[in-house]
């Protein structure tokens, strides 16, 4: 995700910098030629770019800028905006050829690679994979090869918990002393359910200075992680706020564990992965020798890539832990959407937009993220873990499951996911930029407020609106009607909401569903 603010940042330096190079051979224009090395997988690292290969040297800030992309277990993020375009053709009318361009901007022959997979009620439309699978043997991705999912383990580990409710073996109001008698609750009630949905105000683990890169190489049990965070301050009271947090999905993991009687990885092996056949996937420990497991890779601050840097599998456990590829993964998500993994009433809760205290909603049930393309409603989930990336989706009313799988971390599947389910749907279509006047463009200017912890300030320079998020780069966007926004490399939008006396009052992110910014300043 981290990739996507330095190919905007990126972006604006190749259009500055390439004004007073001579054009490429083998392009009408100036600007076609800069949109397509920018929109190639990383402008960085395309290594036969003539403009970068020069843009790169003089600028050392863009290597201190890549040193970012070594997170080891990114998660979604509000404020990268994984905002949805349009499209063109009716469903049926989609060739082969338009997914292929769709993977083929992104995943470079020679590159780290990626897989796709577009399933439509049983039915493969789509199947493939795109660059390298081993950058050292020179091994092409194969559509069938298996990855790290990170942070989409977290819809198993909710499934099972619901399970495990469904058998009567545990309550989602059980307070989490239940099972782990000695846990400080800093006098709060702290529900399984809070654990669920990211509400538990716990801190979580992956965002504590101490877990720094020595400490992402230890091996830990499950009581040791949870010694290493649980006497760490709460950030807030259960249900107050949500805030994405795998020490609670690392929790959820101990107690399926103290419920069920066996260890996190038996219980979904033998609940879950036998039962339906996902013979390729598996709790993705370091040492076993995995048929079809591809090699995992980051960005190198010196340009090209690198071996993904270690991370104990013992470490994301239930938040992140698992292995699968785009096929298996298809058959889980159908298999939900049956009932065949849980009741009708466990997914309906499961997918249900979780209520906060003071109820806010958030489009997060339990497990899965929730929101909508085009008016196509969908439920689905991401993963960054070191090296890889993912991306899935399923859409109930069309019956539509689309995954992407990115053996780097530095590429955004997530958009590309985005864009392929829009072509299959037959709602995509390029949006236009259009001119607005200074005068118009000075009224978008504000600090705008989704809670105390991420705020969006507007800014203007030079007939141009940037975007900058708390902690974050900033990101231009480019107006395709009067008040509403859009970024193409982020793949998002933002309309900004007028008052009665024709101020600006708030701003809306899209992203699925919609979320309100108020204006602070």
Not at 503 to 521: A, F, M, N, P
């Amino acid at each position: 995700m981290i990739v996507l603010k330095i190919r905007e940042k990126l972006r604006r330096k190749v259009a500055a910098f390439t004004a007073s190079l001579a054009l490429p051979t083998g392009f009408a224009s100036r600007r076609q030629a800069q949109k397509k090395y920018f929109s190639r997988q990383n402008l960085l690292l395309y290594p036969r770019n003539p403009w970068l290969r020069r843009l790169k040297r003089g600028n050392p800030e863009i290597t201190n800028y890549l040193d970012d992309l070594n997170h080891p277990m990114m998660t979604k993020n509000l404020l990268l905006l994984l905002f949805l375009l349009v499209s063109i053709a009716s469903f049926g009318q989609v060739s082969e050829s338009t997914f292929d361009a769709t993977m083929e901007a992104v995943y470079a022959p020679n590159g780290p690679g990626g897989t796709a997979i577009i399933v439509q009620d049983g039915k493969v439309l789509y199947h493939k994979g795109f660059g390298k699978a081993s950058l050292e043997l020179d091994v092409d991705m194969q559509a069938g090869h298996v990855f790290r999912i990170g942070s989409i383990t977290k819809q198993f580990t909710a499934a099972a918990i619901l399970k495990l409710a469904e058998a009567g073996k545990l309550s989602l109001e059980d307070p989490i002393t239940k099972f782990i008698p000695d846990y400080p609750t800093h006098d709060h009630t702290i529900t399984v359910h809070h654990l669920l949905n990211h509400t538990s105000g716990i801190k979580s683990y992956t965002g504590m200075e101490k877990w720094d890169a020595e400490a992402r190489k230890r091996d830990f049990t499950p009581l040791e992680l949870v010694d290493y965070f649980k006497d760490e301050p709460m950030d807030f009271a259960p249900g107050e706020e949500y805030r994405y947090n795998n020490s609670g999905y690392f929790l959820l993991g101990y107690i399926i564990q103290k419920a069920s009687g066996q260890p996190y990885d038996a219980y979904l092996r033998e609940t879950f992965f036998e039962p339906l056949g996902m013979k390729h996937t598996a709790y993705g420990h370091n040492s076993p020798i995995v048929e079809g497991r591809v090699a995992g890779y980051q960005p190198s601050p010196f340009g090209g890539y690198q071996n993904a840097d270690y991370l104990s599998m013992t470490q994301p456990y239930a938040a992140g832990s698992l292995l699968s590829n785009v096929e298996d993964l298809s058959t889980w998500y159908h298999a939900v959407a049956a009932d065949k993994v849980i009741s009708a009433a466990s997914r309906q809760l499961a997918h249900t937009p979780t209520t906060l205290n003071d109820g806010e909603v958030q489009q997060y049930g339990y497990g899965w993220s929730l929101g909508e393309q085009e008016g196509s409603a969908f439920w689905g989930h991401g993963g960054g873990i070191n090296g890889f990336t993912t991306a899935s989706r399923y859409f109930p009313e069309e019956k539509l499951f689309v995954a992407v799988f990115s053996n780097c971390n530095c590429n955004d599947p997530g958009a590309v996911a985005s864009k392929l389910a829009l072509q299959a749907l037959g709602k995509y279509k390029e949006i236009k930029v259009i001119s607005l006047s200074d005068d118009l463009l000075d009224k978008y200017e504000g600090k705008f407020e989704l809670n105390p912890s991420l705020i969006l300030t507007v800014t203007k320079k030079d007939g141009q609106l940037s975007v900058h998020a708390t902690g974050q780069g900033s990101v231009m966007i480019e107006a395709y009607e009067e008040h509403k926004f859009f970024n193409e490399a982020l793949n998002a939008k933002i309309h900004f909401n007028f008052a009665d006396d024709g101020s600006v009052e708030s701003l809306t992110l899209l992203q699925g569903g919609e979320y309100v910014c108020k204006r602070i300043e």
